[in-house]
């Protein structure tokens, strides 16, 4: 039989709520992550659009 995560939250001492907020927590900084990511992202697209933009109109 396997160790549950009920097991070890109660072997831990470690309330529900605890084990709850600390979710919360993390999955907050992932949403946070991920903005940031697609702000890093769109930034470095729009560089891009811009370098090669500049390009086509120097070539001309």
Do not use: P
């Amino acid at each position: 039989m396997s160790y549950s995560i009920e097991q070890f939250i109660l072997d831990s001492g470690i309330t529900r709520a605890e084990v709850d907020e600390a979710k919360a927590r993390m999955l907050e900084r992932m949403h946070i992550y991920g903005l940031k990511e697609t702000h890093n992202k769109k930034a470095h697209e729009k560089e891009e659009l811009a370098l090669r933009t500049h390009r086509n109109a120097s070539s001309s």
